[in-house]
């Protein structure tokens, strides 16, 4: 069965202190790992593409790996506007489209 | 730029009801879709299409009805609301390549079934 576990479930980190959100998968055939950010009443933002195993992609304090397992996001030196629920989906068979993500991880960036 | 709309933001049903759920897109994207979020789970997938005249089921599509009659729009109908579609409703939209491409969402629909 295809499936995506995001851990933690939570995370509370302090202004500044760096930390990795994990992402693992069991999907035959990965066609693309997506990361998304969502802040409260709002829709999921996108943030990254990854496609193949070694794969990395930055932007600010963000940075995304891959395996062929599992992904990665590493935030460093967060600030309190990073705090959000991450989610990550793969994409799963039928249309290239389709996608199963996880159930996120809420992160919580205190000054 | 307005990106995924969706109409309307908030909506309280009772049993029985039927609405539609509004979404257009203005990127001329092939592909759209219609995902439900609840708590403690992550997005699943209701109904998508690949383009003008397609659409196909995803992993929780029954109690609803799509259709795409033009590339822009993809409205989401529920013909008989039930309390178990109480939920936040989010579409989507993204390009056809061969690549997978991000999908693009819009702010969600809050829905309440009394």
């Known amino acids: 069965e295809d499936q995506v576990t995001q851990s933690p479930e939570a995370l509370r980190l302090q202004e500044g202190e760096s930390s990795s959100l994990n992402c693992s998968y069991t999907v035959s055939g990965l066609r693309g790992l997506f990361w998304y950010r969502q802040d409260p009443g709002k829709g999921p933002e996108f943030l990254f593409t990854?496609?193949?195993a070694g794969e990395e992609k930055e932007k600010e304090r963000l940075k995304a790996t891959l395996t062929k397992k599992e992904s990665f996001l590493h935030i460093t030196a967060p600030k309190p506007e990073d705090s959000a629920t991450y989610l990550c989906a793969v994409n799963y068979g039928g249309s290239q489209g389709n996608l199963i993500f996880g159930k996120g991880t809420k992160l919580s960036v205190k000054p | 730029n307005a990106g995924v709309t969706q109409t309307p933001k908030f909506q309280v049903l009772k049993t029985g009801q039927s609405m539609t759920l509004q979404c257009a897109q203005d990127?001329?994207?092939?592909?759209m879709s219609w995902y439900r979020q609840d708590p403690g789970m992550g997005l699943r997938l209701i109904h998508y299409?690949?383009?003008?005249?397609?659409?196909d089921q995803g992993e929780v599509p029954n109690g609803y009805n799509v259709s795409r009659s033009t590339t822009e729009d993809f409205p989401l109908r529920l013909l008989s609301a039930a309390p178990s579609q109480t939920s936040v409703y989010f579409c989507a939209s993204s390009q056809q390549s061969s690549r997978n491409q991000p999908q693009h969402f819009g702010d969600g629909t809050r829905l309440s079934i009394l």
């Open positions: 990127m001329n994207h092939e592909y």
């Open positions: 990854l496609y193949s």
């Open positions: 299409s690949v383009g003008a005249g397609i659409t």
